[in-house]
Structures are given as structure tokens and as C-alpha cells.
């Protein structure tokens, strides 16, 4: 998941995301979440969490959170970044940026995106809480098949 961009008024965790978050092995945030605050809420729905800090975050956040993390999921190589860049040859320019990840899991734009080469894949699940531009909320399922093959869905939060 990304950019949840809380607190701010009455927005809350849809809870499909809730749902999804306690069921998941692991958990990857890629940043702006804004408080520490919601990290500890996301970390409490009990699954690791793996996150970056984001350009809206807290100074707390950015000291206690990297800008980019690797690591090793199932048997397979994740990276996590906030911002892509721009998205012409972002595909090109993440592969270049993390040589050893199968994935690459990032945010910012709030746009859902999923592109993939070679055995190699980056990917945005939009925001659960901000969607902008995109057409709905959502938040991404990463599932780690035999081999370290890595299958993405995007998951649609409306209703």
C-alpha cells in the first residue's frame, strides 16, 4: 500500500484494506504515511511491516523510516521507494535503481500502475484513503508463487 495520508479529518482505513492487511504474511507501505501514528496503527493489524518514509511525512517518519528498503519475501527480491520519478522510462530507470529486485514496489503518483519485463516488475497500488486522479481506492496483493515468481493485483477498495 501507499500514500495514506492520515490523519486528515475523517478519513480512516477502508476496511477491506483492514481486512486484507490482517491477512497478509507481510506487509510494504511506500511511504506518506504523514504521522508515526499510522505506521503503529498499520503495524498493529499484525503482520511485519515493511515502509519507507514519504515526502509529506513527519521529521519522526523520515528519522525512523529509510527512503528506499530491499528484502527478501518467499523467496523473493522486493525493493520499496516513494517517488519513481517521471514515468518515461520509469520501468528502465527502477530496473537500473534495484539490479537484484523481482519488484518494485512504489507511490507518490496515487495512480495505480503495473508494468513488467523480462521477469521484472514495478508496480503502484494507488492509495486506499487519497485516490486523485485514479479511478477508485485501492491497494495492491503481492503473492509469491513457486520459483520466487511474484503475481500482482490490484485491489479495488470502492464499496
Do not use: W
Not at 535503481?97 to 500502475?113: K, L
Amino acid at each position: 500500500m501507499s500514500d495514506t495520508h492520515m490523519p486528515r479529518g475523517a478519513r480512516a482505513l477502508p476496511p477491506r484494506c483492514i481486512e486484507e492487511l490482517r491477512a497478509a504474511d507481510a506487509i510494504l507501505h511506500a511511504g506518506d504515511f504523514v504521522t508515526a501514528g499510522i505506521l503503529e496503527q498499520i503495524a498493529a493489524y499484525g503482520p511485519p511491516v515493511h515502509a519507507v518514509h514519504g515526502n509529506v511525512d513527519s521529521a519522526d517518519l523520515r528519522a525512523r523510516l529509510p527512503a528506499r528498503a530491499t528484502f527478501r519475501l518467499g523467496g523473493a527480491a522486493f525493493a520499496v521507494v516513494h517517488d519513481p520519478g517521471p514515468a518515461r522510462k520509469r520501468l528502465e530507470r527502477l530496473r537500473a535503481q534495484f539490479p537484484e529486485a523481482d519488484v518494485v514496489v512504489f507511490g507518490h503518483t496515487h495512480m495505480p500502475e503495473h508494468a513488467q519485463r523480462g521477469g521484472f516488475q514495478i508496480f503502484n497500488p494507488g492509495s486506499p484513503t487519497e485516490r486523485r486522479r485514479a479511478p477508485s481506492h485501492s491497494m495492491g496483493r503481492a503473492t509469491v508463487e513457486s520459483g520466487g515468481r511474484v503475481a500482482l493485483d490490484l485491489v479495488d477498495l470502492a464499496g
